[in-house]
């Protein structure tokens, strides 16, 4: 079984940036799509932002212009590059294969085992 292993979270203050990292066990890594999930205190999880085997690329409204996905197959890795943070983004991030749709909201998981995924506090 493959394992994705979420890193990179912590405590900013709002206006700040990180950049999350997720990394894959096993290949083939290259052909298969990623998506950045977070869930929030109270929250669903929602996906905020997936990127397919070509590279291409979606996000949920609330961070498009802020954050950026993007992959490097030959580290088995997938980022999120997440600038000008908000409280809001406040949540536990996630990463997971999904079966992509460039339409955000028709990107869905593929499997329902999730990792122990990365805090990000945002402080005000």
């Known amino acids: 079984q493959v394992h994705l292993v979420e890193s990179g979270g912590g405590l900013v203050q709002a206006g700040e940036s990180l950049t999350l990292s997720c990394t894959a066990s096993l290949g083939p890594f290259s052909i298969n799509a990623l998506g950045w999930f977070r869930r929030a205190p109270g929250n669903q999880r929602e996906l905020a932002a997936a990127?397919?085997?070509?590279?291409?690329?979606n996000y949920a409204p609330s961070v498009k212009g802020r954050f950026t996905i993007s992959r490097d197959n030959a580290k088995n890795t997938v980022y999120l590059q997440m600038n000008s943070l908000r409280p809001e983004d406040t949540a536990v991030y996630y990463c997971?294969?999904?079966?992509?749709?460039?339409?955000?909201?028709?990107?869905?998981?593929?499997?329902?085992?999730w990792g122990q995924g990365t805090q990000v506090t945002v402080s005000s």
């Open positions: 990127i397919s085997s070509s590279g291409r690329t």
């Open positions: 997971n294969w999904v079966k992509y749709s460039d339409d955000n909201l028709r990107t869905q998981p593929l499997y329902d085992n």
